[in-house]
Structure formats: structure tokens, C-alpha cells
């Protein structure tokens, strides 16, 4: 007795071909799909920096004439430009602008400003005051007013000083918000001591440090600008 015997369909190696060829194309577009939503992110966050560089250029031209006399803090004590020709040379290195000052700071809600108040008999007193962008303290928005000499003024009166530390303070608020370290440095190659300085904006996220260091490696660059390998940040210059 014959059989007869027909085989059809295909073996197990061919199937096993295919099944590797369709694994290396689903990786590979599951690997292109998250390039694709880390460059969004990225997008996204460098478009909120800008944001944030942008709002802190507006504050620093806001305010050309709001020093302080040291920038270490905690307390910052005012300076009038006016009075930049006065100091030496190892007092003009430690005067900073207001706002390079609070943002460069720790300060986070608060900070403490001072100024020298000339009283009518010619004595000099030394005035602090804490500006706050928290709701309880004093945050220099005034909405009632008071009369001195006959004229109407603001209950809350700040000074330009202060001013500026609230604005600050409000920036780097915005910042944090967005997950955003931020700084203010001076640009590599700018005239030291001088005013009206070119400066440098660091925006910085995802760990990456507001700082321009040769030694940290999680700086956003090194001391002469370069941007490091595999930093998260941005450099913008503001004047």
C-alpha cells in the first residue's frame, strides 16, 4: 500500500527570522518615539527658560541704578551709582547689581535690604527692611496711602533697592516653578569693576548646576563660556 504524503507551510527557522526582524523594527521605533518625546521636553523646558530670561532681562533694565555694596549677603546693604567713583578699588570688586545680588543669593522668599537714611539733624541711621514675595509679608504693593505734608502716598513705600529684590525674588520664584536653577553671572571677557556690565543669564534643569566651572562637572559650562558635554542649561547675555 503507497501514501501519499503532501507537506505544506514553512518551518520553525523561518518563523524565528521573522519574528526577530519584526522585534528589531518595533525597537527601533520604539527607541525613535522616545527621541521624539525627549526632544519635545527638551523643546519645552528650553522654551520656559527663555521665558524666565527673558522676564529677569526686563527686570535688570528696569532697575540700572539699584546696587548693593557686597553681594555675599546675607544682608544687602544699598549703594547709589553715584557713589561707585567714591569707593576703592576692593570695594567696587564686591559691588553687584540688586538683582544679580538676590538671584545669585540662596534667598528663596525673603531677603533683607539696607540703606543709610539721612536724618533732619544731619545723623545718619542705618534702615532694614525684609521684602517678601509671600502673601503675609512685606511685599511692597501698596493699596491704601497715607498724607504727609499735605499730599497723598503710598502707605507702603519702598525703595528702589527693594524694589528690585521683590522683582528678583518673583523671578526666581517663576524659576523654580518650572523646575528652572537660575543665575546671574559675569560674562567671561567683560570689564571688571565697571558699570553697567555685560552679563550672563544661566537657566540650568535637570541637575545641572547655574554655574560657569572649570572643575565642577556638573556645571552648566566652563569658567570661559563653553557650554559642557551633556549639560542641561542655556547662557543668555543681558545688558
Partial sequence: MKYSMHEQGIGLVEVLVAVLLLSVAVLGFSALQMRAISATD???????????????????????????????????????????????????????????????????????ISHVKTNPNGSKTTVSKVVSVLATGENCLSTTTQTVGGKKLPKQTCTI??????????????????????????????????IQQQMCVITAWNGTKAILDDNDVDACAKANGTYKTSSNCLISEAY
Fill in 42 to 112: 527638551e523643546s519645552l523646558v528650553r522654551t520656559k527658560s527663555l521665558t524666565v530670561v527673558r522676564n529677569l532681562a526686563e527686570v535688570m533694565r528696569a532697575y540700572p541704578e539699584a546696587y548693593v555694596k557686597d553681594g555675599s549677603g546675607p544682608t544687602f546693604e544699598s549703594i547709589l551709582s553715584t557713589e561707585f567713583a567714591d569707593l576703592s578699588i576692593a570695594e567696587r570688586a564686591k559691588v553687584v547689581p540688586t538683582i544679580q545680588a538676590v538671584v545669585s543669593s540662596s534667598a528663596t522668599d525673603t531677603v533683607t
Fill in 161 to 194: 533697592n527693594e524694589l528690585a529684590a521683590r522683582d528678583a525674588l518673583m523671578i526666581k520664584k517663576q524659576a523654580a516653578d518650572q523646575a528652572i536653577t537660575i543665575n546671574i553671572e559675569t560674562c567671561p571677557g567683560s570689564a571688571a569693576n565697571a
